[in-house]
């Protein structure tokens, strides 16, 4: 079985779709996909179609629901010509929940948090062009918003938001990889657009504030900086890191070797500066 979460929901068998249109099984089937080949409790499931309110049927709609994927599964398997499997020992029922088995499949967000993983070892070692290269293939997996398809309860909603943060650790690797590369002119048009999709997010601003000191814009640069700082203030109360003001610092001052170092914990949108 192949599943495919980062985007539009796609899970085949044989490469046969089996997700169901209906929003209800589509959101149950969304909920084993991110889980796939572990348990997920009955109780989580119920959880996720309707929250802290369920009806009294709850369970034995969960029920009808498994069984409508499982008539898919079944339909994909007799397609494919796969006589020896059955679909209940695809999507297993286990005591207190279900499982999705994928029989040794591919699952883009296993392959996102392999290829990122081989890019932040890349980082560590100081290969910042095999960096770059290993967090673009991480980040080409994804076609869109996670399960933008996908009616999203509060389970899947902090599945999402996990994976969108695993995303950013990797692009804001890439950048720093790019940066140490000295492509900084290259990445201002992407910066442009990324700070103003994530205005509180210091990492991005700390990157932003360096390819346009190093492009000749510093005005432009502490700008960025004064900008981020009234957001933060404004909407958190909170001053910049002592990490954004030491690089503020620097630029202000035109220190000639102002860099910048980020780690795979910076998707939290924390910088560390360096000087030199």
């Known amino acids: 079985m192949d599943i495919e979460v980062l985007g539009s929901l796609a899970v085949r068998e044989h490469g046969i779709s089996i997700a169901p249109t209906a929003p209800k099984p589509r959101q149950v089937l969304a909920l084993l996909a991110l889980n796939a080949d572990h348990v997920v409790p009955v109780s989580t499931l119920i959880e996720e179609l309707w929250d802290e309110n369920p009806p009294r049927s709850a369970r034995t709609t969960m029920q009808t629901y498994i069984l409508q994927l499982r008539d898919l599964i079944g339909e994909a398997l007799l397609r494919g010509g796969d006589e020896q499997a059955k679909a209940k020992d695809i999507l297993v029922t286990l005591p207190g929940g279900y499982r999705l088995q994928t029989r040794g499949g591919t699952i883009d967000y296993q392959e996102l948090e392999r290829r990122a993983g081989a890019g932040y070892r890349a980082m560590d070692a100081e290969d910042y062009a095999g960096a770059a290269k290993k967090l673009r293939d991480a980040l080409a997996l994804w076609t869109g918003t996670a399960l933008a398809d996908v009616q999203a309860g509060s389970q899947i909603t902090l599945e999402v938001s996990r994976l969108e943060e695993t995303r950013l650790c990797a692009l804001d690797q890439r950048i720093e990889a790019d940066l140490r590369l000295g492509h ?71 220190h000639p070797d102002v860099g910048v170092t980020t780690g795979p914990e910076s998707g939290s949108g924390r910088l560390v500066a360096r000087v030199g």
């Open 184 to 254: 900084h002119r290259g990445l201002l048009s992407e910066l442009t657009v990324l700070v103003k999709k994530y205005p509180m997010h210091e990492s991005l601003h700390g990157q932003f504030m360096l390819a346009l000191y190093r492009s000749g814009r510093r005005g432009e640069a502490l700008n960025i900086y004064q900008h981020l700082r009234t957001t933060l203030v404004r909407e958190l109360g909170l001053e910049p890191s002592a990490a954004l003001g030491k690089l503020q610092r620097s630029i202000l001052m035109a």
